[in-house]
């Protein structure tokens, strides 16, 4: 059993392959954190809390004469209200009597099989192969009768304890929430703590930065209504000695889609605490008696061995347990090109068939129709909202066009945009009262289009209906999923005036609710997420879509670094990577080896190639099928640091069994008559031979001597060459 209650001791401990995560209850029926770490099977630690009468910091009434005991010192499992906890805190509700009070203390918990899910929020489920056992604890306030139930599923095998929490009003009036966060987790000691976030903007998503915790709130969040390419709802604390392959680190990774908080407090007594939840700016939630409210859920996780084990860690689970479609394991996913950045709005079904034909040549299995088919849809000015095909561009119909492009032996794709609408539209036209906009104040505009209120049942379903609409009207294989502006003016003509700061979070329910019904309906759909390029990059996205573009910005270079950072969390397979004609100075094969580090495909206008380069695209389409599993299911290995300057870029995809491996190496600048450089390898088996072409030789060398020595780089070749290298177990 991963989950044990030691009824003596009042510890609970959850218990995954390699760690240990242990509350327990007691002092005035409070839960108490005690510790997550390396495997310490059920030892109580709650040896390591120590009392004092702390200056400043109360104590609860019911601690009477007891002085020592200050919940502003004592690690908590999830905090209190103005019960004395002065730090960042787990919970804000207005109760009925309009105080703002909660004093959560255990009353009851229960154990079972299986994973815990939440209405209307996307969890991880639990495969075949997996041991998951949840533990549900129940807090209670004696006075408001509001209760929090804290969740905890254990992926054992995994490594993953995934966790959330459940607000219930049990009082008999309407109770108002204005902040719930999905976890809290205190460390007695984090001064030697860094902490690790990956912020970023439009077109540079994902870059990474650590700092040190130092005392005050460092805030990570997103304000935007989506994830947002400005911070990704993921930190992670890592002990400052802590580097690529060993040390201690912890990562948490939020389910969740829209605006977000991570919050980390160092203390004045150097404890830390970390919450993470929905984005409390802007958020009030009504709950009338008897209702219920679940925050979405956050993955975490404990590596002892550095950035990778962590990266390791969510890589296996997220291609095992977020997304059931069978595009992320069974089928494979084809080599596509997408009319984006070859054409924008300035196409029609016969430059498609034109593209489609020379892009066949290039390997390519299937086209992808991007924005401007629709509506009145010639620039982005008009034309969202109306999903119905623009007869003026594709005059022969959708289902010919698509029958054409099958013709060709290849699938076909189309983008939607559905959360948005222009007011140069038949939708908006028809429902103006549709979109957000606040009563007498004009509505932001972002690229000219406005944001539909899809926390509205019939706006969702407007937009079911019409999405369905289209993808059974032709044998559609995918669909890229967009959405290009943050989301303002939180309003909904459908709420009363008190239940306005539900908007956000209803929007994201909406959303979830539209692809829970588009996407289950449609099994054999690949989809695509994208906002902007990689605005909406998240954990909770990904139960819905295989991949998700990475970036708008597709030049190879910034490719790098963009995938370097979505590595510590994000796998290969889910990262959206296209060659363009952007950077003409990296050359097509390179360009082709870094799109490699994901799912790989074209953005460029295929009739206007070279015959030569055509070629060498069909190449490179070929080798990513080769390399497919290796680079989509093996083990992912960062080899250099883009963020630190220097010559070379380098990266390392290693079968599970260690039969083979893929290296990567991207020259940047090696300087004229500079020292020779070595790539070392790693995760290999340091005993057994693995062959390779180097310099056109076949090379046998042993694990130990590549993961040592390392590969020496040629260093006589242009800038931005590339090699790779593929390893294979000899005997
Ligand atoms: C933003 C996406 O990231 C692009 O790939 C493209 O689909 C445009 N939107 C279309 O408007």
């Known amino acids: 059993m991963s989950i044990v209650y030691n009824e003596k001791k009042k510890t609970f ?31 109580d630690m709650s040896y390591r809390i120590r009392r004092y009468d702390r200056g400043f910091s109360g104590n609860p009434y019911d601690s009477l004469e007891e002085r020592t005991f200050s919940l502003d010192a004592q690690p908590q499992e999830f905090t209190t209200q103005q019960q004395g906890d002065f730090r960042i805190n787990s919970i804000e509700v ?19 099989e299986g994973p815990f899910v939440l209405k209307g929020l996307p969890a991880a489920f639990a495969t075949d192969r997996d041991t998951v056992d949840t533990l549900e604890i129940v807090l209670e306030d004696a006075v408001s009768k509001v209760q929090v139930v804290l969740l905890y599923s254990v992926f054992e095998e995994k490594n993953i304890i995934m966790r959330a929490a459940r607000v219930r009003n049990g009082g008999n009036k309407a109770i108002r929430l204005e902040r719930i966060m999905s976890c809290c987790i205190d460390y007695l000691n984090g001064s030697n703590m860094d902490i690790l976030s990956l912020p970023g903007r439009y077109g540079q998503e994902r870059q990474v930065e650590r700092q040190p915790m130092t005392h005050h709130v460092h805030r990570i969040r997103s304000g935007r209504g989506i994830s947002s390419h400005q911070q990704n709802p993921f930190i992670v604390l890592a002990e400052r000695s802590t580097n690529e392959d060993h040390g201690a680190c912890y990562g948490f990774a939020l389910m969740y889609s829209g605006s977000f908080t991570a919050e980390a407090e160092l203390d004045q007594y150097d404890q830390l605490r970390l919450v993470m939840g929905i984005g409390d700016s802007m958020f009030c939630y009504s709950l009338d008696p008897g209702e219920e409210f679940d925050t979405p859920a956050v993955l975490m996780t404990f590596s002892a061995d550095g950035l990778t084990g962590m990266s390791h860690i969510y890589h296996d689970f997220f291609r095992n347990n977020l997304n059931r479609s069978k595009f992320v394991r069974d089928v494979r996913r084809p080599v596509l090109i997408n009319t984006w950045e070859a054409a924008f709005f300035d196409f029609d079904d016969v430059k498609l068939i034109e593209i489609a034909k020379a892009a066949r040549d290039m390997g390519v299995e299937m086209i992808v129709m991007d924005d401007g088919w629709y509506g009145k849809r010639d620039d982005d000015n008009a034309g969202l909202g109306d999903w119905y095909v ?3 561009k594709i005059r022969c119909g959708l289902p010919d066009l698509v029958r054409q492009v099958s013709k060709l032996g290849m699938k076909f794709g189309i983008w939607f945009e559905p959360e948005m609408v222009s007011e140069d539209s038949d939708l908006y036209r028809a429902h103006p009262e549709w979109v957000m906009e606040i009563p007498g104040r004009p509505a932001v505009r972002s690229r000219n289009q406005l944001v539909l209120d899809i926390g509205r049942r019939e706006v969702q379903d407007y937009i079911i209906e019409s999405v369905n609409s289209i993808l059974d009207s032709a044998d559609i294989y995918y669909v890229k999923w967009d959405i290009n502006r943050a989301v303002t003016d939180l309003w909904s003509n459908a709420l009363p005036a008190d239940r306005q700061g539900e908007v956000p979070h209803r929007y994201v329910l909406g959303l979830y609710r539209i692809l829970d019904e588009i996407i289950g309906t449609h099994p054999d759909i690949m989809f695509e997420g994208c906002a902007g390029g990689g605005g909406r990059f998240d954990p909770a996205m990904l139960v819905y879509f295989t991949q998700i573009w990475s970036s708008d910005n597709t030049k190879p270079l910034d490719n790098i670094r963009l995938h370097y950072g979505s ?6 397979c889910s990262m959206g990577a296209h060659v363009s004609d952007a950077s003409p100075m990296v050359p097509l094969e390179t360009k082709a080896a870094i ?11 295929a009739s206007q190639m070279k015959k030569e380069d055509i070629r060498t695209c069909r190449k490179m389409s070929e080798l990513y099928h080769r390399y497919y599993n290796l680079n989509f299911f093996g083990d992912y290995y960062r080899l250099t640091d883009p963020f630190i300057p220097g010559n070379l870029e380098s990266w390392e995809n290693v079968a599970k069994d260690r039969n083979e491996a893929l290296v990567t190496v991207v020259t940047e600048h090696l300087t004229v008559n500079g020292p020779q450089e070595y790539i070392r390898l790693k995760g290999l088996d340091p005993d057994r031979l693995y062959r390779m072409e180097h310099e056109g030789k076949d090379l046998v060398l042993s694990g130990m001597a590549l993961m040592h020595g390392g590969i020496p780089i040629p260093r006589e070749v ?5 090699f790779i290298y593929h390893l294979t177990a000899v005997g």
Request: hydrophobic share 30%; net charge negative.
């Open 13 to 43: 401990s959850l218990h995954t392959a390699s760690a240990t995560y242990q509350m327990k209850t007691g002092n005035l029926n409070y839960v108490k954190h005690l510790y997550y770490g390396p495997s310490i099977c059920d030892e």
């Open 595 to 605: 799109a490699m580090c994901g799912t790989f495909g074209f953005e460029l206008d």
């Open 390 to 392: 623009n007869q003026d």
């Open 94 to 112: 207005c109760n009925s009597d309009g105080s703002f009070s909660f004093d959560g203390r255990y009353v009851s918990h229960r154990i079972y």
């Open 567 to 572: 590595s510590l969390l994000y796998p290969v």
């Open 718 to 722: 242009p800038d931005f060459t590339s």
